[in-house]
């Protein structure tokens, strides 16, 4: 039985986005999307594993690559053309425990990708304590750190003021995708509503460092919708299917736009505090507790498992998880 109960629950999502009446033309938009995904980049050497260290950390934001899972090699070894890389995971600290050199966190048991067939890491002639990629199919191998190489990749770390998430369930996280995705929607078997948010980049992105707001909400409950744009407010109906839940109330007040709509049990309230930049999402009742879907999680009272893809699967990955909800491209009638 669900630890929610029936006390009204709030469950708050907050959104740093900002508001702008700046017309977002479509060349802008294929422009930035082509730099996507954009958290790997590689610098180009001579170095050794300190130097390339000191290089990433050298634009703001960036550190050595440190991959945690096979879609985020998937995504490095996309940039891979020949030759040795570094990437940011040592046993520096500890000789056989290999650790992400930012927080000296362990890797076994999070992800690795060594070259095993070839016995790596082997640690030869004892003082092999950095990682490189070293093969086409982007193996792993330890070696000597003052070795000179000719690449290195750098991710992007996100930095602390980005524009942060945090699911019903509070699991916080930053995921910068742009374009169209679902926030949350009614994931039973007779879907009742969806709301679908439009994200920018801020005019302070950089190519290097995209961050990104909240432009759009598309708030679809039955047959009703409701976009608002800025402080441009469109609702209608959707000529669809007809639902007793057909509730969508608007208030704009001088800071901020409040939506609240109704579904069985439940009010869903979006705040659009158009000055804080921020975007408030909470709800009261439980009809939908495990019922929800989208870049919110699944509402189903666990933080752990908030990264669920449409077909149910759970990842670890933000990139995987955020641009999953991302939508195909929108039907032109
Ligand atoms: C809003 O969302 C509904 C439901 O997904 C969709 O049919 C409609 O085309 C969307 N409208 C806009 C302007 O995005
Ligand atoms: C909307 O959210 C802002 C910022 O979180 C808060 O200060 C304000 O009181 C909220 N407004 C309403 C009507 O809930
Ligand atoms: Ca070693
Ligand atoms: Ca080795
Ligand atoms: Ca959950």
């Known amino acids: 039985m669900s630890i929610v109960g029936k006390t009204a629950t709030m469950l708050r999502l907050i959104l740093i986005l900002a508001v702008s009446s700046l017309a977002f033309a479509a060349p802008h938009e294929e422009l930035i999307e082509k730099r996507h995904p954009y958290i790997y980049k590689v610098i180009t050497g001579p170095m050794n594993w300190y130097e390339a260290r000191d290089r990433c950390e050298a634009m703001v934001g960036w550190q050595l690559a440190q991959p945690k899972s096979q879609f985020q090699m998937d995504e490095i070894m996309k940039l ?54 070293w093969k086409l199919n982007g193996l792993w191998n330890d070696v000597n750190c003052l070795l000179v190489r000719s690449h290195a990749f750098c991710e992007y770390h996100g930095g602390h003021n980005d524009p942060h998430m945090r699911t019903f369930d509070g699991h916080a996280y930053t995921f910068q995708g742009i374009g169209w995705y679902y926030l949350f929607k009614d994931c039973s078997d007779n879907t009742h509503f969806e709301v679908t ?10 190519p290097d460092q995209i961050k990104t707001r909240t432009v759009a909400i598309n708030v679809t409950v039955g047959n009703q919708y409701a976009i608002l744009d800025g402080r441009d407010v469109t609702t209608g109906s959707t000529g669809g299917m007809v639902t007793d839940a057909k509730v969508i109330t608007i208030q704009e007040e001088d800071k901020s736009i409040k939506l609240h709509f109704t579904s069985k049990d439940t009010t869903f309230t979006l705040n659009w505090t158009l000055r804080n930049h921020a975007l408030d999402v909470s709800y009261s009742g439980s009809s939908y507790n495990r019922k929800l879907c989208g870049l919110m999680g699944n509402a189903d009272g666990d933080p752990r498992n908030d990264f669920q893809k449409p077909d149910g699967s759970i990842v670890k990955d933000v990139l995987e998880f955020g641009e999953s909800w991302k939508l195909t491209d929108k039907k032109s009638d």
Request: hydrophobic share 25%; aromatic share 16%; proline share 5%.
């Open 80 to 133: 891979y053309v020949a030759g040795f890389y570094w990437l940011g995971i040592t046993d520096l600290v500890n000789e056989g425990t290999f650790t992400y050199y930012s927080n000296e966190i362990p890797i076994d048991g999070i992800y690795t990708n060594w070259d095993v067939d070839s016995g790596e890491p082997n640690n030869e002639n004892g003082i092999e304590d950095c990682t490189e990629i």
């Open 197 to 206: 948010t439009k994200f920018e980049p801020r005019e302070d992105s950089t």
